[in-house]
């Protein structure tokens, strides 16, 4: 017993950051103004953030999963006095966000380095896991714990690493699109230090399988593991080794069911100057990674991307370029676009202010050229903001979480922003009638239809007017005419009366994005 003592308060002075310790700063508890809307970023509109959180107590780190209808569900930490803290969830999934749920408070309470929870969720909707790390005091180990959410109710929290005779701590979580298994991996306290071990729960048994060291021939200790999984199923892992400085590893896994395939570690970044740096992962539908992390190799505290195109490794970019101190950085990708988002916290008035920066790798229409925003302040609020999470949808809805200043506490904020799509018009018809004119007879075409409810209506530009020979392929489709949105009907006249043709409407958005083609042939 002595010796798992050992191993359990071995993790507690380790003294594993954290944002508690090295960088968290200290509650503001002066009034702070809440600025007006949000700024927007350039190219793009995110909703006003929303405050999801609403406890007195300060709310931090929060983590975010995404369910494939965009529904977001999300895990903090509540302070509620000294090193006493709940696991706090929230969702709103039945539409909008009802009162933040207290998922458990944490056990082991004597020091500040337990916690961290992590989240995942169902891509079908309705359920997701969170997990975090305590203390086990019926095994005196540090443990992974974690407590579901299924159909609006909370369950009770549970040891998850109890078949792990060593400490196990710093948990990230990813559900796989393809097998919907749940997949945990977390630093294990074994022999040669702290190693990666992997644990999924099976989609349709809920059975976890046994712990699996994933990083067993790695001759240093590894910390803070971040996980995703892309449209594939290939899993993607991200950690920090700290001899001399932190270093961060990638690591990827097309089958993560076999412990026995990730691929061998590569190495990110160079030595960062740091103690310890928080990468994040996020991966492309190509299974393209990309990752982001702080560092001080230029002198100065940045937020670094690094990312692979057909699987080779680019060369690191400076993201942030700011002149100070750039902090936990998270990135996002859309997976078909490979549209890019990165948020980071910036010291802007240290003691006093931090603000949550963001810029984007955006396309400037449908299929354009992509290019690097300005730096946007997110936040723009006098009080400290910080700790962002970005999650995309498949479908490539990106959404947000930090933490702000909300009068006297620290409060959740959630922001997205909707991909914006723009679809056909509906109740295409087509009347013929015949004119006769003097000596000979022609053909008229009326076209009517309706601007389809789906699309906004001061974010539509135009409708577009084809037409083909009936026979034709739909590259043959000739622009009739382009009219404005006001306008539900065109005449097509002087047509022969034995040629029958093909008509084909869009809609056209002011980004110049066109719909599909709503068409209707003559009969
Ligand atoms: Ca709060
Ligand atoms: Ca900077
Ligand atoms: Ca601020």
Known sequence: MKKRWLLFLSLASVGILLISTTSRPQASRELGKRTKAISKTAATSWSTPVNISNTVFDSESPFLALDDNGKAYVTWVDWTGGYSRNMMFNTNVSGSWGAAKIGAPLIYTAIDDVGFPTIAASPLGGSASVAYHDGDFSRYLMSIFGFEYNNGSLGTSHVITNDAPVACSYVTMAVSPTTKNLFMIFMADVAEGFQLALKYQDANTKAWTAPALISANMAQSNYLPQMCIDAKGTAHVVWITRPAGAVVWYSKNTTPTNPNTWTAPF??????????????????????????????????????????????????????????????????????????????????????????????????????????????????????????????????????????????????MHSYKEEIKVYPPTSLNLATAIDKILFYSEKVNTLTFSMNSQNQADYLDSYKVYRKKVGESDDQFQLLATLNTSTFTYTDKHLSLTQKYVYAVTAVDKGGNESDKAAVTEK
């Open 267 to 412: 190495q990110i970044s160079p030595t960062t100057g740091l103690d310890w740096t928080y990468p994040r992962v996020a991966a492309d539908a190509d299974s393209d990674a990309y990752v982001v992390w702080h560092d001080l190799t230029t002198g100065n505290s940045e937020v670094f991307l690094r990312k692979t195109v057909n699987g080779q490794w680019q060369t690191a970019e400076n993201i942030s370029q700011t002149p100070l101190l750039s902090e936990t950085g998270t990135v996002a990708v859309h997976g078909t676009t490979k549209e890019i988002y990165i948020a980071w916290h910036e010291r802007v008035v240290e003691a006093q202010n931090w603000d949550v920066l963001m810029r984007t790798y955006e396309e400037e229409y449908l299929n354009g050229p992509k290019k690097w925003s300005a730096v946007v302040n997110f936040s723009n609020s006098p009080s400290y903001s910080g700790e962002p999470c970005l999650r995309a949808t498949p479908e490539g809805d990106i959404h947000l979480v930090y933490f702000e200043t909300v009068g006297n506490n620290r409060e959740i």
